[in-house]
């Protein structure tokens, strides 16, 4: 036996020697399902399987290259071929850039981010005349989304319509999704959709990869939508080599269209399947399991399942009551400044999870407040700095110059003399004449009148993305020097200086300009075939991540974070935070059905097995909302997950605190 399956109890190793057919590995939070995965992937390497054969799916682009450095030292070290571990959406953007012009997209085709989205449907819903008040923008995206997960289109979406606003929005669906056609670009959900489409309409494209992809692994596979499924199934269709692990107890996804069913019906969709099961948890403690036992045994209809702790630890599960939310991050906060600095526990190893986005504010405060450096993970600050949104929009058009969203961000920024009344009325000639928008002033100037100093400065500004464009093109190991002096030519720092008034404002701004400089550096340097396009993918897909040498972002630093994204990480120490109901549960599942209280009763369990030593587990007796102070009501989960001598003594603890 070789050394590394030695560390691998006996029914782990079983689902790693298992090298061909279906194999489903269904097992509760912490029993090594990752570590199959990672293992079976180094012994399908080492039995003779060229790496890149094997493709190994993963939730998160941070958990792909964990999965990847493991397998590497796995291996002892040097592999002369990398093995291709990527999420659903990473890789459908490795397939699209090189297949996609078969579906009439460009190769060069943008991936819009949030943010291009909402100026994609604010446009969209301008163009058909409803104001914001009817539809808003954000709304009428995440009903696109859950169309397009259900595999409708827009010319199906309007049959769906139950009531005035969704056919409405069905309306504006259709206008979104020409107008990012048209622009060459494909949101999030169009990368799966089109990918999966490439693979029906081309029988000789999915050949290629079903040859190429002769292994398939997924990781959290309770966790796939429908076309997630459509996808795997017809690449696996021809060698039928398809290892997928997961927890139907950790199906956190369902409100964006996850379906728990792939992986309870596997064995119907993949017949002759294999099944291993997993009971013994390797991460936390016995008291830590007890409890997140005790909490998931009341949803219904479950797959029950034993997961067994072995490892005892003193004084691990917290169970706390604190005066308002500010006392909650005081208190934690606290205490973790007191571990840190005083029994030099790593920053690192520890973790504050929480439901709501609206949840870290007080915490961010008080770790700011007591110089503890933390990370805030999934928040959506990074891109919604105006100089990052402002960059990105440079280098998309550099792209793809049909771009028109990024175009009109940046086309008076910095000012550069094209007025709105310049840019409305070339755009009213560019869609009547079917003509680039910054092409046309000429003509704009002879039929509707334009003046001299407009038309110039149009010009000039085409130039000087050209000059770009080229230069990106033709230099990619170079990128960054191309970035400094565009920078440097638009006089970018003249405009951050005239938004932000406070130097020290000033000075931060212009740090995150480097930061994308070095993290462009980084990348063609890491590369053997940079381009402009392979760092754009890299940003719209990792986020923040991009931009920071891992080591940087996680180095001695706490971890801030919302349960859905926490899944599959473990930490040493783990803060819970605002068990209350309408925070968790969360208050849009109290209202709906059954089905919406039960996946938060999940959530709630991926939290509690995040934890490898110790638990904190706390509410709020009162919590601010639009000013107000008032009541919260303990939730739920806290009674479920203790044992009736606990709760006892929880309420009389209360009543004495009331009493006092
Ligand atoms: P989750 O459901 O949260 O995704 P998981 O089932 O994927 O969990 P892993 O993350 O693979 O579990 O493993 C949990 C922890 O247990 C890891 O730290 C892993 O290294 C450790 N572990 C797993 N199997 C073994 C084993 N056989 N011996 C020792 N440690 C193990
Ligand atoms: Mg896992």
Known sequence: MSAHLSSLNPPQRDAVL?????????????????????YRMAELIRQGVSPDQILSVTFTNKAAKEMGERTKVLLGGNLRVRP?????????????????????????FAIYDRGDQESAARTALRDCRMADSTLRPGDLLNLISRWKMAGENPRTAPDLATNDKEFLAAVAFRRYQNNIKASGGVDFDDLLLLTVDLFKQF??????????FQYVQIDEYQDTNGVQFNLIKSLVAKHNNLCVVGDDDQSIYGWRGAEVTHILNF?????????????????????????????????????????????????????????????????????????????????????????TNEQPRPFETEL????????????????????????????????????????????????????????????????????????CAEEVAASDGLSKAAVAAVGQFDRLLKKYRERFASQPREMDRAL???????????????????????LMRKEVLDQIIAGMKEYQNRESEPSLAGFLDE?????????????????????????????????????????????????????????AIQEERRL????????????????????????????????RFLHEMLTDAAVEKMIEEAEEAEAE
């Open 18 to 38: 298992v090298k061909e057919g279906p194999l489903l590995v269904l097992a509760g939070a912490g029993t090594g399902k990752t570590r199959v995965i990672t």
């Open 604 to 635: 709630a369990y991926v939290g509690i097995t995040r934890a490898k030593d110790y638990i904190s587990i706390s509410r709020a007796v009162t919590r601010a909302k639009y000013g107000k102070r008032s009541r919260t009501i303990p939730s």
């Open 203 to 212: 029988p000789e494209v999915l050949e290629k990869y079903q040859e190429k």
């Open 267 to 355: 064995q119907q969709h993949f017949p002759g399947a294999t099944v291993v099961r997993l009971q013994d948890n390797y991460r936390c403690t016995v008291n830590i399991i007890d409890h997140a036992n005790r909490l998931v045994k009341h949803n219904k209809g479950r797959h029950d399942k034993t997961l067994i702790a072995h490892k005892y630890g003193e004084d691990d599960v917290r169970i706390r009551e604190y005066p308002s939310e500010t006392d909650e991050a005081e208190c934690v906060v606290r205490e973790i400044e007191y571990l840190v600095n005083y029994k030099n526990v790593p920053a690192e190893d520890i973790a504050i999870l929480f439901r």
């Open 539 to 595: 940003v719209s897909l990792d986020g923040e991540d991009a931009f920071n040498e891992k080591e940087k972002v996680e180095a001695h630093k706490v971890t801030l974070m919302t349960l859905h994204s926490a899944k599959g990480l473990e930490f040493p120490r783990v803060y819970l935070i605002g068990l209350e109901e309408g925070l968790l549960p969360h208050k849009r599942s109290i209202d709906a059905d059954n089905d």
């Open 484 to 506: 400094t002096a565009l920078l440097e030519e638009i006089d970018y720092n003249s405009e951050i200086e005239k938004q932000y008034k406070e130097s020290q404002q000033q």
């Open 84 to 108: 291709f571990i990527s999420t659903f959406h990473s890789l459908c953007v490795r397939i699209l850039r090189q297949e996609i012009e078969n579906l009439g997209y460009p190769k060069t």
């Open 368 to 439: 700011r407040r007591r110089n503890i450096p933390y990370n805030l993970v999934g928040g959506q600050s990074f891109f919604d700095r105006r100089e990052i949104r402002d960059v990105m929009s440079y280098l998309k058009i550099f792209l793809n110059q049909k771009d028109e969203v990024s175009l009109l961000r940046i086309i008076n920024r910095p000012t550069r003399g094209i007025s709105t009344a310049t840019v409305e009325k070339l755009m009213k000639h560019a869609v009547a004449h079917k003509k680039p928008i910054l092409g």
